[in-house]
């Protein structure tokens, strides 16, 4: 035996030991690029793996040090590696860019500067299953000799790679069984919408994957399919997320009951964007007795993302499901009902004619402010109250109660400081006499804590009052904060109160929040409140975006704070910046 068959048999029986050492398939894929940089003295090496129903590829890459994988969207035939897999036949281009398959585009090499490659097809049971790929030669050039080895190790890493897939692919079908069997279980367990969602896209998260998800529920009467539960979408948006009944994807399938696959929304007439990072998109419709009730929707931020696979998951999910759901859907309006759903309507549409439609615009300044309701309307209001050229009333108030009676007592404390601005009394007097109309026209358990001030943009002063209220916080520019707590006791408490005012310079870059119970009392699974530290934690982190941006981020880590609950009260917030 000679020098060279003696290694190459060496080389084989540690090809053999490496590759039967395990049936994990990302651990096989490093194993087999590693042992392609090793056999043919490489600098890296890639493997393309084809999918069977897209022209995408899961593309590996090994370095010599670090394995990352990717996934890539490429026509069959396109560049060198194309070539491979299309004609099934090895190339060596030792002068990779004078070769005319090449294209700069379709070749994945990380940070390399690419002068050589060796690239054979990897054929398993008969069929294509993707392409090896060794890159630049670090001594000499590729040879016959190269790829005879690269060929001979390629039938080993074949067999391997296919005992790897299918052990893989019957892994996956075990928890597919396994989650639809536990949704079942939870779904004949509980009526309430929101478990029942939650573990639905918990569990398509597991199998299929997305960026964003949601499920959208039919409303006859309205023609309109509106979220009911949704994951990665934009918190602030996705509370208005509504479409017609045939508008958008979403949409057309519940019109239509047929299921869509969107490799590239881009390209589809019905598309209506939630989020600017989709690429591609699946949905299927919900039925119950033949009657679509709903539709699941997943989104993700690749490409080709989606295939009949995924199409035959959620439609197994989506079946399963569609019966629990409206057994929830059933149960959450019998409770909607008890809870008289029509007049807490009337109370919101109370509280929505109060507050501002718009942010005001004022030179030198970035304000906006946000209301955010709970399920039960609360008695949340703010405010911007033109006064003067350059001064503006500033308001935030929270009423102790929910429904109707809250939102007529808010009624009432808005057009009694309405009229008390009116007749230019000081700030402090203000407050004193809605104090005393407050105290004379509700009942005791009920009150109004607020803080009203007036920002006077031309001197950059802002002058507020504090009625029990929430502490507004003051962040500095510098990062010092302060807490705005000057006034006095909440309005309505007991009658003929004083209270005090308090003038503060504003400079630029100085941020004042002002806020209600609902944020800093919003709970987690344990009760904790959010409170006022995480609060100025995320003021802070945040302090250079503007003031609506500001504003979606506090929500955010409110919302997800409470996420364990759901259980939150209204959130209103108001946010005056110094530009």
Not at 135 to 141: A, F, P, R, T
Not at 264 to 288: L, W
Request: charged residues 25%; glycine residues 8%; aromatic residues 8%.
């Amino acid at each position: 035996m000679t020098t060279h068959q003696s290694k190459l048999e060496k080389l084989f029986l540690h090809a053999a030991r490496m590759l039967n050492s395990t049936l994990e398939y990302e651990e096989l894929m490093r194993q087999v690029l590693e042992l392609t940089v090793e056999a043919t003295g490489s600098e890296a090496a890639l493997a393309y793996r084809l999918d069977k129903n897209l022209d995408i590829m899961k593309v590996r890459f090994f370095d010599g040090r670090d394995y990352s994988v990717k996934t890539l969207s490429l026509p069959r035939g396109q560049g060198i590696i194309g070539w491979v897999a299309e004609h099934q036949e090895p190339i060596i281009a030792n002068d990779v860019t004078s070769d005319p398959r090449y294209h700069q585009q379709a070749e994945i090499f990380g940070d390399l500067s690419l002068r050589s490659v060796l690239a054979i097809p990897l054929i398993g049971r008969g069929q294509m299953i993707g392409v090896i790929e060794a890159i630049n030669k670090i001594d000499g050039v590729y040879t016959d000799e190269d790829l005879d080895i690269l060929v001979g190790l390629a039938n080993q890493m074949a067999v391997a790679i296919d005992n790897a897939r299918l052990y893989r692919e019957a892994k996956q079908e075990a928890m597919e069984r396994q989650l639809l069997y536990d949704v079942g279980k939870k779904l004949s367990s509980t009526l309430n919408i929101d478990e029942v969602l939650q573990l639905i896209l918990d569990s398509l998260q597991k199998v299929v994957g997305f960026d964003a998800g949601g499920v959208f529920l039919i409303n006859d009467e309205k023609g309109e399919v509106a979220t009911v539960f949704a994951v990665g979408y934009d918190p602030l948006r996705q509370e208005y997320i509504q479409l017609k009944i045939g508008q958008g994807l979403v949409g057309w399938v519940a019109k239509n009951g047929e299921a869509v696959i969107v490799p590239d929304v881009t390209k589809d007439t019905r598309y209506i964007s939630a989020r600017q990072q989709t690429k591609s998109e699946i949905v299927t419709p919900i039925r119950i007795d033949g009657r679509i009730i709903g539709v699941l929707n997943l989104e993700s931020d690749h490409a080709s993302f989606y295939n009949r696979k995924s199409l035959e998951l959620i439609t197994a999910f989506a079946s399963h499901a569609a019966i629990s759901i409206e057994r929830a859907m059933l149960h959450k309006k019998m409770l909607e009902n008890r809870r008289l759903e029509e007049q807490l309507s009337i109370a919101r549409e109370i509280q929505l004619t109060f507050l501002p439609k718009h942010d005001p615009q004022i030179s030198g300044y970035d304000i906006s402010g946000v209301n955010i309701p709970s399920g039960e309307v609360g008695g949340d209001y703010f405010d911007f109250i033109k006064i003067i050229e350059h001064q503006t009333g500033i308001a935030i108030a929270d009423v102790a109660g929910k429904g109707i009676p809250a939102s007529l007592i808010m009624a009432a404390f808005r057009a009694s400081l309405i009229a008390e601005i009116r007749n230019n009394y000081a700030i402090r007097m203000i407050c004193r006499k809605v104090n005393s109309l407050i105290y004379e026209s509700v009942e005791r358990e009920n009150y109004v804590t607020a803080v009203y001030g007036v920002l006077d943009s031309k001197n950059d002063i802002f002058t507020f009052s504090n009625c029990g209220h929430n502490h507004p916080i003051l962040l500095r520019r510098g990062g010092r904060v302060e807490y705005l707590k000057e006034g006095g006791l909440a309005l309505g408490v007991i009658p003929d109160t004083d209270y005090e005012e308090r003038p503060i310079f504003i400079q630029s870059g100085d941020t004042i929040m002002f806020y209600t119970d609902g944020v800093s009392e919003a709970k987690n699974g344990r009760g904790e409140d959010f409170g006022v530290e995480r609060l100025v934690a995320v003021l802070k982190r945040h302090k250079d975006l503007k003031a609506s941006d500001l504003l979606k981020k506090i929500y955010e880590a409110v919302k997800e704070y409470a996420s364990e609950t759901h259980v939150f009260d209204d959130l209103t917030m108001l946010i005056i910046k110094k530009i």
